[in-house]
């Protein structure tokens, strides 16, 4: 059954003609699907199906989205209008202050019942609250859902000894243990003659990654990588050229998948330790939703206080642009700019350079994720960061990813740099690939890629370098 716990208390209920029956609303944040969406379905139960399904475009977030995070929302928004309109309804789009137009919409249709998916970010919190407090004073209830952007709730497995898992290994056996809820049917539903915004088209304007928005395509790249890849997910996701990794994550950013039923499906059809290390990817990212609700301080202050952090503007501007001269530095972050996703290894290796070896504070490398991710949730984007910065929950917080090691290691072949850094695509030893400084300050020049912005030595990484280049030749 779906999760629910109304937000308010008990309001006065409003009075429906006979020919027009009360309605509720499902206002749909990053939830962005009809199958296993218990906020839809507990919309359409409380009402009878008549349901006003509301996307409200928030003033408050999308000026700072990149615009290939628009496009991938809105191909998203197309796509739950159409399937919304197989269950007989369709996806009512406002745009401005959250609250205001939902209250709207309530008055518009006489609803009394507003229901929400629950999250886990002071800015979700302070604006739960304030729907809250303003549906209740014009006669209407606000309903939480707990399970639509998690697995299990935040805040239900705990240690004895404190409020939330500080330590991931602990909460994965926890987690492991706990039954998964029973999915939520996708209901048959009617909505009260009430206008919108024109909705986006869904163009075919498929980002060069391969991703497009939207339930349906979520869905099928979900049955294809289940049916085909998972099984080898623990020996290859980290290599980087084979680009072995699921690629959900935007979807269950958006809500276009449900973790839950991901989560059902691999263990059902696909058992083995290949499902069992995707498992621990759909644990953790429950693992960070549970810090964030009980710490959501963490989203701008160190949860483990550190030294002083480097101002360096100009190594923090090669680094956004794929230009410190570190070539598998330079292409995670230029398939950043290029997909608007990043391969998880490239993650690690361009978040360590940032903090552990030009030591510029995690916020800024985050800020910059979060602008370009297509799967930017704040708990998880945030929580990654202070992990690989040593402020986070990382057990051995002054641990260093040597990127040349890390290069060595899951791009051998250099494959994925000559993918990414086109400057460096026509070396043929991966030695060269990964280390072109060897070639000489003439090569360099000649292949248009810069001197390493930090010191380098063999297969050691040092610090940053006044003037990049001058000490390597």
Same mark, same amino acid.
């Given at each position: 059954?779906?999760?629910?716990? @109304? ?19 499902? &206002? ?93 970010? %002071? ?11 303003? &549906?209740?004073?014009?006669?209407? $209830? ?13 805040? $239900? ?10 330590? *991931? ?12 809820? %029973? ?52 020996? !290859?996701?980290?290599? &980087?050229? %084979? ?10 950013? *958006? ?26 990817? &759909? ?21 483990? @206080? ?19 001269? !570190?070539?598998?530095?330079? %292409? ?16 690690? !290796?361009?978040?360590? *350079? ?67 850094? @086109? ?12 280390? @072109? ?8 020049? $000649? ?25 390597? *030749?």
């Amino acid at each position: 059954m779906p999760s629910s716990s @109304p937000s308010s208390s008990s309001s006065p209920s409003r009075s429906s003609s006979p020919s027009q029956p009360r309605a509720a609303v499902a &206002l749909f944040t990053r939830d962005l699907r009809v199958h296993d969406n218990p906020v839809l379905a507990a919309a359409a139960a409380s009402a009878d199906g008549r349901v006003v399904p509301l996307f409200v475009l928030d003033g408050g977030i999308l000026p700072r989205i990149s615009e290939t995070r628009r496009r991938f929302l809105e191909e998203s928004l197309a796509d739950l209008d159409a399937a919304l309109r197989a269950l007989g309804g369709r996806l009512v789009l406002r745009s401005g202050d959250v609250v205001a137009e939902v209250c709207r919409v309530v008055a518009e249709v006489d609803a009394v019942e507003v229901h929400l998916a629950s999250d886990v970010t %002071a800015y979700a919190h302070e604006r739960q609250d304030a729907l809250a407090a303003a &549906l209740r004073a014009n006669g209407a $209830e606000l309903h939480l859902h707990d399970q639509v952007h998690t697995i299990q709730p935040p805040g $239900e497995l705990r240690p004895n000894d404190r409020d939330h898992f500080s330590v *991931f290994t602990p909460y994965w056996r926890r987690w492991a243990e706990m039954p998964l809820r %029973a999915p939520a049917s996708a209901p048959r539903l009617t909505v009260p003659d009430i206008a919108g915004l024109e909705l986006p088209t869904s163009a075919d304007s498929t980002l060069s990654g391969g991703l497009r928005g939207g339930e349906t395509q979520g869905r099928k790249r979900a049955k294809q990588w289940l049916g085909k890849a998972v099984e080898d997910y623990e020996d !290859i996701h980290d290599d &980087l050229a %084979a680009n072995a990794t699921s690629k959900l994550s935007p979807y269950l950013h *958006f809500g276009c998948v449900s973790a839950t039923e991901l989560a059902a499906r691999a263990s059902r059809d696909h058992p083995g330790s290949g499902t069992e290390a995707f498992l621990r990817q &759909l644990c953790w990212r429950d693992f960070h939703h549970q810090v964030m609700a009980a710490r959501p301080d963490a989203a701008h202050t160190d949860l483990r @206080p550190r030294g002083a952090w480097v101002d360096d503007p100009e190594a923090l501007d090669a680094w956004t642009a794929g230009r410190t001269g !570190i070539p598998i530095v330079d %292409a995670g972050m230029r398939q950043l700019a290029a997909e608007g996703w990043m391969h998880n290894r490239a993650r690690l !290796i361009t978040a360590g *350079f940032l903090t552990k070896t030009l030591g510029i504070d995690w916020r800024s490398g985050a800020a910059h994720f979060a602008h370009h991710l297509l799967d930017a949730d704040v708990a998880n984007n945030i929580l990654n960061w202070q992990w690989v910065a040593g402020t986070g929950m990382d057990t051995r917080p002054n641990r260093v990813m040597n990127p040349l090691r890390q290069a060595t290691r899951y791009d051998p072949s250099g494959e994925y740099v000559r993918r990414y850094v @086109p400057e460096l695509a026509d070396l043929s030893d991966a030695a060269d690939v990964h280390q @072109p400084w060897r070639l000489g300050p003439v090569a360099l020049k $000649e292949l248009d890629y810069p001197a390493p912005i930090v010191e380098v030595d063999g297969g050691k990484v040092g610090r940053r370098l006044a003037e990049p280049g001058d000490a390597l *030749f």
